[in-house]
């Protein structure tokens, strides 16, 4: 899958599952989405399920954190390292 | 879709409950009148690894898959009235050991699971603080790096069998502005480590034959063999944790809510009141009818998270609807079997009041039924 495409499927996630009704442009690639408490703890695993099954992989335990899940940015990076 | 109980499960049921119903059910209501934690049971439930259902064979356990440990474990509340000894077994197995097998390296497999699965050694979750309950990670127990360990200083509190426990797996923050999102780390600490304070056990209202108390850490050093899945992984592990929790320990509750059905059924066909047996009063016949439909509903619930355990990344929302329909369900189905029994199930002698008294913490630990309602809302996009 192609990057734009991953970027694509996450988006789609992210703005339909927690952003119901807000405007599409507001959720730029970088938006932090922990610091920003848009992402709170049962959202993040939420997020964490939905990646793991929608590209087919496993975070491991220390994985799960700022540094891969708080933007869209972040976590198209993540899939694709996890991918690769 | 297949229902049917396999010959080896049907074995591993009967072979539980005639070792429990042999072993496990003497001088209950002195042991619960007395707080009292029977060591020398467990290490009876040790030698038939119960405290390692879960545990593959190589390290010491059953080597049993998780929809097999939530049957073995609901055998064990169905024929073993002490409830506090199952719910010791469970708080050792499924936050503690479990986590073990799946996040250990193999040094720490090998160092601890035969211990754990064998009886000789108890372990004790330790998340909860003073200020912290469904908040979890608001904690405050930090871990502070030192050379290649770190040195661990707060106070745990509730934690199940920590009075008695010879390993501590318990949660510390090592990065206080990441928290839940890889700021928590989870550390497999002996009980016995310099600097750690185990208070006298807190007296409770139920599951009294299992002992909780408070844990406090004075600059505890642990090396680096110590950390269990990772620096920052503690939030995966303790999801991981209550997965198994949520689903495995109130498979014990399922096998309680039988043994009360069974106990209100013989009770109320053989209790004659105005010259005919109490069941034949709709009022009774009513409440029992009630408890099996809680029972069957209960048991697949129970069940079906159970199976998912081990074939999907997460059971959060299977395992949240489970618990919460569950420690309900038997509260509601004690209740009524106090108030079938009557008087004599308001006595300490019929042990039927000890059932209810015990069931009222199923609604509070492994996340209140109002954490496992947020849970199910999150899930549903709400």
Redesign the interface.
Known sequence: METSEIRAVVREYILK?FL?GEDPEALTDDLQL?SGRILD??????V??FL??KFGF?????E????N??SIDLMVKFVEEKKR | MDFSISEEQKALRDSIVQFARKELNQNLIERDREQQFPRDLWTKCGEMRLPGLAVPEEYGGLGLESLDTAMALEALGYACEDSGLVFSICAHLLPCVVPIVKYGTEEQKRRWLPGLSNGELIAANCMTEPNTGSDAFAMITKAVPDGDGYRITGTKTFSSNGPVADLLVLFALTDAEKRYHGGVTTFLIPRHSEGITVSKKIEKLGLRTSPFGEISLDNVYVGPEAILGGVGGGSTLFAHSMDWERTCLFAFNVGVMERLLEKSVGYARTRQQFGKPISQFPAISAKIADMKVRLEAARLLVYRAAWKLTRSRTVSMDASIAKLFTSEALLTSSLDAVQIHGGYGYSTEYQIERALRDSVGGTIYSGTSEMQRNIIASWLGL
């Open positions: 599952e119901p922990v703890s049962l959202a993040t695993l939420r964490v399920a793991e099954e496993e975070f491991e335990a220390h799960v954190g700022v540094q899940l708080d």
